[in-house]
């Protein structure tokens, strides 16, 4: 399945490989899109805010299906292009995700967001909501 090769092969340690596959801002972004943005297609990933550039989305997306962190399926209206989801192991970053998210709210944030209020106060009904939006796509699309 894992056709990706890790460049700390001979490290046993698990924050090493954490930030081997996930340890770059492009990947966390798609992450980002697919998780709670609800993206699913190459032009919206290009639509975020931080505007990643065509060559490294279309790297990380690879990257990311190797390692079987999301997968794809035929666009059903346009057979040239791919919709993305996340598979269980992608889902399974969620608690990582919302950990950061609450990690840099308390020490680098300076702006306040009703969406941070509401994942710190809520953090159980939120990955639980969030978890229920991704199955549905899932449910409806695969």
Not at 14 to 21: N, R, S
Not at 57 to 74: H, Q, T
Not at 116 to 124: A, D, L, Q, R
């Amino acid at each position: 399945m894992n056709t990706y090769k890790s460049h700390v092969e001979k490290s046993e340690c698990p924050i090493a490989h954490a930030l081997d596959v996930i340890g770059d801002r492009w990947t966390l972004i798609i992450i980002r899109e697919m998780m709670f943005m609800g993206k699913h297609e190459f032009g919206e990933f290009l639509e975020a805010p931080e505007k990643i550039s065509t060559n490294i989305l279309a790297d990380r997306l690879k990257k990311l299906s190797s390692l079987g962190i999301i997968d794809f399926i035929e666009h059903p209206q346009n057979k040239t292009k791919k919709l993305y989801y996340l598979t269980d192991i992608g889902v399974g970053l969620i608690d990582v995700m919302v950990e950061v998210i609450l990690w840099v709210d308390k020490y680098l944030s300076t702006a306040p967001s009703p969406i941070i209020e509401n994942i710190k106060n809520h953090t159980p009904e939120f990955i639980e909501k969030t978890k229920k939006n991704i199955q549905s796509w899932n449910e409806k699309n695969l």
